[in-house]
C-alpha cells in the first residue's frame, strides 16, 4: 500500500531527497568506514569523504527516489569502487525484486550470482529502449525529441526513472539500449562496468569513451549502438530506410 514520504527538495521541483536515501547513505558510509578506513567516499546525498586514497567508493543510496516517493516500485542502490575514472567494481541492488546485478573488471556481469550478457537484436525496429529526462529542462526536451522521432518505429520505449536499473537492464538484455541527457557519478559508475563486462558498450552522446564523470550517455550492444547514436543526433530514423 502507498504511503505518503516525507520529501525535501534539492535543486528543483522534481530533484527530491527522502529519509529512506538519508537513512540508506548513512548505512551504507559507516560500513565502508569500518571496512575500508582510508578509502575516498563519494555519495550523492553527503559532502565527499577524501583521505588521499586512490580509491573511492562512490555510492548513490536510492536512485529512482521519484519513483520510491510516489509509490512506484522501481528504485536500486548503486555502488562503485573507482581508481580514479576506472571502474573496478560495480553492484546495483534492487531491493523490491531482491535483485543484485554486479561485475568486477576483467570478470563477468552477474545477476543473483548468474553470468548475464547484453541483447542480441540488431535493428532499432525490433529494440526496446529505455530513456530518461534528467533534471536539466533543455537536455531532457532533446531526449522527448528523440522519442518523438523514433515512437512507434521500435518494440517499445520506456522512461525508467532509474538510471541505474536501465543500465543494468542493458546489460542483462531486458532492453536493448538505453539513453540519458544528464548523468551524475553515482548514477553511472557501476553501470559502466556492468555492461561492458556483460558484452555491451557505453559511449557518449558522440561515440567518445565515458568515464564516471560523463553525463549525456547511450549504452546498448555493440550491433545495436550506432544506429543508438544515429537516434541522438538525428541522424537515423528507423522503418524509414525500408518505407
Known amino acids: 500500500m502507498y504511503r505518503e514520504r ?45 583521505n588521499g586514497s586512490q580509491y573511492t567508493w562512490v555510492i548513490d543510496p536510492m536512485d529512482g527516489t521519484n519513483n520510491y516517493a510516489y509509490g512506484i516500485p522501481h528504485f536500486s542502490v548503486a555502488l562503485a569502487l573507482v581508481d580514479d575514472e576506472e571502474v573496478l567494481l560495480g553492484v546495483t541492488y534492487d531491493p ?17 550470482g548468474q553470468p548475464i550478457a547484453v541483447a542480441e537484436r540488431t535493428s532499432v525496429e525490433h529494440a526496446f529502449i529505455g530513456c530518461d529526462m534528467g533534471y536539466e529542462p533543455e537536455a531532457g526536451a532533446r531526449v522527448l525529441d528523440i522519442v518523438r522521432a523514433t515512437w512507434p518505429r521500435m518494440a517499445g520505449l520506456r522512461v525508467m526513472g532509474s538510471a ?15 539513453i540519458h541527457p544528464s548523468l551524475y557519478p553515482w548514477d553511472l559508475a557501476g553501470g559502466i562496468l556492468l555492461v561492458q563486462e556483460a558484452g ?29 547514436l544515429g537516434l541522438v543526433r538525428g541522424e537515423y530514423q528507423p522503418g524509414l530506410e525500408s518505407a
Not at 523490491?96 to 545477476?111: Q, S, T
Not at 536499473?165 to 539500449?177: E, F, S
Not at 558498450?201 to 555493440?222: F, H, M, N, Y
Open 200 to 228: 555491451g558498450v557505453v559511449t557518449g552522446w558522440e561515440g567518445e569513451p565515458v568515464g564516471i564523470s560523463s553525463k549525456r550517455v547511450v549504452a546498448g550492444s555493440k550491433a545495436i549502438q550506432p544506429q543508438l
Open 96 to 112: 523490491v525484486r531482491k535483485e543484485v546485478f554486479a561485475a568486477d573488471r576483467g570478470g563477468v556481469a552477474r545477476l543473483n
Open 164 to 178: 541505474v536499473l536501465g543500465l543494468a537492464y542493458v546489460a542483462c538484455g531486458r532492453l536493448d539500449g538505453y
Open 6 to 50: 516525507q520529501l525535501s527538495y534539492k535543486e528543483g521541483r522534481a530533484n527530491i531527497v527522502t529519509e529512506a536515501d538519508m537513512a540508506a547513505e548513512k548505512e551504507i558510509i559507516g560500513l565502508l568506514q569500518h571496512e575500508y578506513p582510508d578509502h575516498n567516499i563519494l555519495s550523492e546525498e553527503s559532502p565527499r569523504i577524501a
